[in-house]
């Protein structure tokens, strides 16, 4: 790994308690917020020369412990598109225990992902997850500021000629 980033494996051995606990939750939340399934993809392409076709990675979950607190579920990622000449198996890469599917096959793949592109986890780390939660937008007041991308001359002029001839211009 990266300098100054740790993977969440080494979360779960933090001592709970003082801030090194509050800094392992606040790296879990950023581990979920980050999409690795798509990171994965984008870079396996890269490397493999070609767009993934299915079969390429494939995900096996499996729920271990059911019906207890600390039971979850485990995601196996099988890279078929990574197998090399000579090698029998493709490479496999296994998670931790998480509480849904979704995020037991994106922890595989953040595995997989440190794994095989340790030189690009920096760039990973700062690529928000699409699905994460974000800050509610800012509603705009009733009579707030006018939208200055509609207010250029080209544009005003040509709402005026429609209005004065009461219909759509034509070329």
Not at 68 to 94: H, R, W
Not at 123 to 135: C, I, N, R, T
Not at 143 to 167: F, S, W
Request: proline letters at 8%; aromatic letters at 6%.
């Amino acid at each position: 790994l990266a300098p100054g980033i740790m993977a969440a494996g080494m979360v779960s051995g933090m001592v709970s308690g003082g801030r090194m606990a509050a800094g392992a939750s606040a790296l879990e939340s950023e581990l979920q917020k980050t999409n690795w399934k798509g990171l994965l993809q984008q870079e396996v392409a890269k490397w493999v020369g070609r767009s993934m076709m299915p079969g390429d990675m494939e995900y096996a979950t499996e729920q271990v412990e059911p019906g207890k607190p600390t039971g979850g579920y485990v995601s196996t990622l099988t890279c078929n598109c990574a197998m090399q000449e000579g090698v029998a198996a493709a490479p496999c890469f296994v998670g931790e225990p998480k509480a849904s599917k979704k995020l037991a096959e994106h922890d595989a793949a953040r595995e997989a992902f440190c794994a095989m592109f340790p030189d690009s986890m920096p760039v990973a780390w700062s690529a928000p997850y699409a699905g994460a939660v974000e800050a509610p937008s800012k509603k705009r007041k009733v009579g707030g500021a006018p939208n200055p991308i509609n207010e250029d001359p080209k544009t005003v002029l040509t709402r005026g000629m429609q209005a004065m001839a009461d219909r759509p211009l034509t070329k």
